[in-house]
């Protein structure tokens, strides 16, 4: 079993910055890759970024813009979100997969947080 919890969501203006973390445990956490996911109202779970065995990958929306970083000793998964635009507002998932080639594919996570919203205004 893996637990995770996102925190750092909040209301920014377009142009800011906003680093989410996620906190990973469970006594097989570290065999898990992680990723983040993001969901806006009508729309369906998009990708933003993951990290598997010291790979980062990103979501196409967000390359250049968002930094995937993994902290094993603090049991941790932080997304740097930077140049943040009104098109990032949308309620963010961390979540746990043992799929280590498709971190982008939300159908393979076997477990998720509950999720931290975050409104970019314009």
């Known amino acids: 079993q893996v637990q995770l919890v996102e925190s750092g969501g909040g209301l920014v203006q377009a142009g800011d910055s906003l680093t989410l973390s996620c906190a990973v445990s469970g006594h097989t956490s570290s065999r898990f890759a992680v990723g983040w996911f993001r969901q806006a109202p009508g729309k369906e779970r998009e990708f933003v970024a993951g990290t598997s065995r010291g790979n980062k990958y990103y979501g196409e929306s967000v390359k250049g813009r968002f930094t995937i970083s993994r902290d094993n000793a603090k049991s941790s998964v932080s997304l740097e979100m930077n140049s943040l635009e009104p098109e990032d507002t949308a309620v963010y998932y961390c979540?746990?997969?043992?799929?280590?080639?498709?971190?982008?594919?939300?159908?393979?996570?076997?477990?998720w947080g509950q999720g931290t919203q975050v409104t970019v205004s314009t």
């Open positions: 979540g746990a997969t043992l799929d280590y080639l498709r971190v982008n594919n939300a159908r393979t996570y076997n477990y």
